[in-house]
């Protein structure tokens, strides 16, 4: 009874919600006609697999700030989160596969501390992910202080598989995302992260834990920023605290470009995907724009923008 009444949701609401990702499914169908009418072969499998090969860590890291998103808080570590974690890949998880697991359980699990001591000791997400944020930075530089290292075997003959017929990046993608929604949308533990983010009173009030559901919302996004990171370092090759270091703004974005919302109590995977995709896309139909390198992330940030308004004008639409 309890958890019908965390999870009734106003229609308007849910038609907002869903427009918003509208928003970016239309500017990311663009980004791929423009692509495909500089590039005819795009559209190909391996011209889909090179263009969205890039998206695919920045979604799985679009969807553990997502997570965070829908319990109200903003993770500010997460690029250097993931850059740690290409460091660790391309070190003990090379020479000491046991090791190398064993401290990215460790870092996951980090993250769920991280959860337990904003909520105990009421500290703004922004401020204690933050530090967490140069805690990730100075770990990484400390194990691997240039960009080097190399690949496991294994990871690195994932980078490489390509299905027959079928666009590789898009299997994590689709798989992840579906992973995400069952665990944040469809599933119990969902509804009380939801509810922490939109009526914490109503919540506990219900019984739930508000330690519970906020620790386990960083330990599903630190698992997420782990994959993240794994997914990256198959495709680098190796190691870079830095590498990610973009993806701690881009996840934002991409949240809210999907639908998301700052207040929390609202998660939407599949719109996190969509507005992940489409923030990697940017980049790509610049470069076959031949927009120079100083001027796209002006561009980019131009593109974000106007999303966003667009995102506006509709929502007061549907009001």
């Known amino acids: 009874m309890s958890e019908a009444l965390l999870t009734a949701r106003p229609g308007r609401a849910r038609v907002r919600t869903t ?20 590039q005819p072969d795009v559209l190909s499998v391996t011209g889909l697999s090179l263009v ?14 997502m997570t ?15 850059g740690l974690v290409t460091v660790i890949s391309a070190t003990y998880l090379v020479t000491s596969p046991l090791t190398g697991a064993a401290i990215l359980l460790l870092l996951v ?39 080097g290292g190399s690949t496991p075997e294994w990871l690195a003959a994932f ?10 990046p898009l299997l994590p993608i689709l798989a992840v995302t579906a992973v995400v929604y069952l665990l944040t949308v469809r ?23 508000l ?26 090759g190796g190691g870079d605290v830095s590498s990610a270091s973009s993806y701690t703004l881009m996840t934002v974005a991409a949240v809210i470009l999907g639908g998301g919302s700052f207040s929390g109590g609202r998660a939407v995977p599949i719109g996190a995907a969509i507005g992940g995709v489409t923030l990697g896309l940017v980049s790509v139909v610049l470069s076959l724009l031949d927009v120079a390198s100083n001027m796209q992330s ?9 999303v966003l308004a667009g995102r506006a004008v509709l929502g007061r639409t549907l009001r």
């Open 298 to 306: 002006a561009v980019q940030g131009v593109i974000v923008l106007a």
């Open 68 to 82: 965070l998103m829908a319990v109200g808080d903003i993770d500010l570590g997460i690029g250097n989160f993931v």
């Open 187 to 209: 599933g119990a533990l969902g509804v009380r992260m939801r509810g922490l983010g939109s009526n914490p009173v109503a919540l506990q009030r219900a019984g739930v834990s």
């Open 159 to 168: 980078g490489s598989w390509q299905p027959a017929g079928f666009p590789a």
């Open 211 to 236: 330690l519970a559901a906020r620790v386990s919302a960083y330990a599903i996004a630190g698992a997420l920023g782990v994959l993240s990171g794994l997914i990256l370092t198959s495709q680098a």
């Open 109 to 147: 699990a980090g993250y769920a501390v991280l959860g337990a001591l904003i909520h105990l000791r009421r500290v703004p997400s922004l401020i204690a992910t933050l530090g967490a944020s140069f805690v990730w930075l100075g770990l990484g530089l400390f194990v691997l202080p240039t960009p």
């Open 52 to 65: 969205l090969s890039s998206t695919v860590p920045l979604v799985i890291a679009a969807q553990a700030q």
């Open 19 to 38: 427009a918003s990702a509208a928003v970016s499914a239309v500017a990311l169908i663009v980004m791929i006609g423009v692509c495909a009418s500089l």
